[in-house]
């Protein structure tokens, strides 16, 4: 499915990266591997990066190679840690590599962002997202002080994930001309090594909503999404967001509109 495709798997060393890494290369593609942790595992070249620090982005830029098929920004903090490094690595980092990578990818390219369930009210958060839009790395501890994202610690991954959601809506056909297309993808509680730092700031809310789970997500669940959307069946899903959580944001959304 990803013969010769030429793949960069941002946060490769664990979790959803690193499983998207080994199915990318089943699957037949060459995998750039890009963590601030280092790993020689399902990987044919690694690179180093802090995606919270732009001139670690602008360095790592500067030494990836041209032609790259696909981008699957996965790499992601957890809400337990300061509200700046969260929207700086999940939001800022991500929106600002992708930007520079642009001229990089080869035409047809596919860039999936992860997101998150936490992203599902970002409707209720547009007015904050549109402030945001255009902040850079410097700007942000102002930010999140004067918008009470940093009040209640994961706040900062529910805004960093919405934003993410409507900046991948809003680049349904930015680069329509190359035939590079961006969506992202929700997955709801999933096992790996943050799952832990999510129910601790999440308390009452993640019990509730793993009650009414059967079980929880695994990254094989989702990596095989993230690999569909970097193969050549998906060129007319643009600026989508898809939930991969067992049903979760189906179930929120009944809930909320009292179905
Ligand atoms: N696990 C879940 O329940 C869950 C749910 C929804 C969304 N997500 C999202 O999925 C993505 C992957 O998370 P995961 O659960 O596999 O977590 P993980 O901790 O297993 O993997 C995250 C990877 O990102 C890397 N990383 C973190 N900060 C970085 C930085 N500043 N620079 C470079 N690399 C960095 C880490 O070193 C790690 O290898 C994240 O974006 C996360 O927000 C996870």
Redesign the pocket.
């Known amino acids: 499915m990803l013969t010769n495709k030429k793949i960069i798997v941002?946060?490769?060393?664990?979790?959803?990266?690193a499983e998207t890494a080994r199915l990318v290369k089943e699957l037949g593609g060459t995998v750039i591997g890009i963590?601030?942790?280092e790993t020689t595992e399902n990987v044919d070249s690694f690179y180093k990066?802090?995606?919270?620090d732009k001139a670690s982005i602008d360095a790592l830029v500067q030494a990836l190679p041209d032609g790259v098929d696909g981008l699957a920004n996965?790499?992601?903090?957890p809400p337990t840690l300061d509200a700046e490094t969260v929207v700086r690595?999940?939001l800022i980092?991500v929106k600002y590599f992708t930007l520079n990578m642009i001229d990089k990818l080869a035409d047809g390219a596919s860039i999936v962002n992860?997101a998150?369930?936490?992203g599902l009210g970002w409707p209720n958060s547009v007015e904050q997202i549109k402030v945001a839009a255009d902040l850079d790395f410097d700007q942000v501890a102002e930010f999140v002080a004067s918008h009470d994202i940093d009040k209640e610690q994961a706040r900062s991954y529910f805004f960093a994930k919405e934003a993410l959601v409507v900046w991948t809506m809003q680049h349904r056909w930015t680069w329509r001309d190359r035939g590079i297309r961006v969506n992202a993808i929700?997955?709801?509680?999933?096992e790996?090594?943050?799952?832990k730092d999510?129910l601790e700031t999440l308390g009452k809310k993640a019990d509730e909503a793993r009650k009414v789970m059967d079980r929880a997500g695994t990254?094989k669940d989702i990596a095989p999404v993230v690999a569909f959307l970097l193969s050549d069946m998906t060129p007319w899903i643009r600026g989508v967001n898809i939930a991969v959580d067992g049903g979760q944001a189906a179930n929120a959304l009944c809930g909320m509109n009292g179905l």
Not at 186 to 190: C, I, K, L, N, R
Request: hydrophobic residues 45%; contains cysteine; proline residues 8%.
């Open positions: 941002t946060g490769c060393a664990s979790g959803i990266g963590d601030r942790n990066v802090d995606f919270g996965i790499a992601g903090v690595v999940n980092g992860l998150s369930l936490a929700s997955p709801g509680a999933v790996t090594p943050i799952l999510f990254p």
